[in-house]
Nanobody, 117 residues
Framework: VQLQASGGGLVQAGGSLRLTCTAS????????MGWYRQAPGKQRELVAT???????NYADSVKARFIISRDNAKNTVYLQMNKLKPEDAAVYFC????????????WGQGTLVTVSS
C-alpha cells in the first residue's frame, strides 16, 4: 500500500494550495480517505475526511475554507485549501481507512505546508 502526497509548499496568508494524494494497493473506491496535519510540538489532528459515498467531514478550524474531494477513477483524493492562515502551517498527511473484516489504517509520508504572514 502506498499513499503518495504532494502539493505542499510556501504560500502567503490568504492564499491557496491544493494537496493531492494518490493511492495504490488498496480498494480505493471503498476506502474512507482523509487529511490530517501535525504542526511542530502539536499532536496530529484531523483536517477532513471523505467516505466512499462522498460524505465529508471537516475540522471546525477549516470549515468553509478547505474542500476535500476524491476521484475514484484516479485513486486520488484532494484537499483544496483556501484563505490559508499561519496556523494552517503543518505537515499534512494523507490517510486511508479500509474495512475488510476489520479496520486497516494507512498513512502517506506527509507534505509540508508553510504559510507566511
Amino acid at each position: 500500500v502506498q499513499l503518495q502526497a504532494s502539493g505542499g509548499g510556501l504560500v502567503q496568508a490568504g492564499g491557496s494550495l491544493r494537496l493531492t494524494c494518490t493511492a495504490s494497493g488498496i480498494a480505493f473506491s471503498g476506502a474512507t480517505m482523509g487529511w490530517y496535519r501535525q504542526a511542530p510540538g502539536k499532536q496530529r489532528e484531523l483536517v477532513a475526511t471523505v467516505t466512499s459515498r462522498g460524505m465529508t467531514n471537516y475540522a471546525d478550524s477549516v470549515k468553509a475554507r478547505f474542500i476535500i474531494s476524491r476521484d475514484n477513477a484516479k485513486n486520488t483524493v484532494y484537499l483544496q485549501m483556501n484563505k490559508l492562515k499561519p496556523e494552517d502551517a503543518a505537515v499534512y498527511f494523507c490517510h486511508a481507512r479500509v474495512y475488510i473484516l476489520r479496520v486497516y489504517d494507512y498513512w502517506g509520508q506527509g507534505t509540508l505546508v508553510t504559510v507566511s504572514s
